[in-house]
């Protein structure tokens, strides 16, 4: 059973920075891509950033790049977000997900595994 457990989620004003954490069980996590997706009240889930297994590629969404790092420690089993300069539009609950592919995916369908989410709320 695969578990992916967020955190570092809060109330941080416009311009702060958060990072959040997403521990892994349940799969090698080594082997397999790894995203981070949002949904805000009233909108769809979006695609945010995703890894490969090694780390070695990432893509983001546009409205992210240049503040947003997504990272990960294999050897911790954890994948991380990194967000600077927020934006009261980045307000969302932010959700980690695991994909079956080596190479990273921004489509929501490809993730068969999500964590609960964490609350990241800026404030203006």
């Known amino acids: 059973q695969v578990q992916l457990v967020e955190s570092g989620g809060g109330l941080v004003q416009a311009g702060g920075s958060l990072r959040l954490s997403c521990a892994a069980s349940?799969?090698?996590?080594?082997?397999?891509?790894m995203g981070w997706f949002r949904q805000a009240p009233g909108k769809e889930r979006e695609f945010v950033a995703t890894?490969?297994?090694?780390?070695?590629?990432?893509y983001y969404a546009d409205s992210v790049k240049g503040r947003f790092t997504i990272s990960r420690d294999n050897a911790k089993d954890t994948v991380y977000l990194q967000m600077n300069s927020l934006k009261p539009e980045d307000t969302a609950v932010y959700y980690c997900a695991s994909t079956s592919y080596k190479l990273p995916r921004r489509q929501i369908t490809a993730y068969d595994y999500w964590g609960q989410g964490t609350q990241v709320t800026v404030s203006a």
């Open positions: 890894i490969s297994a090694s780390g070695s590629t990432v």
């Open positions: 349940g799969r090698t996590f080594s082997s397999y891509s």
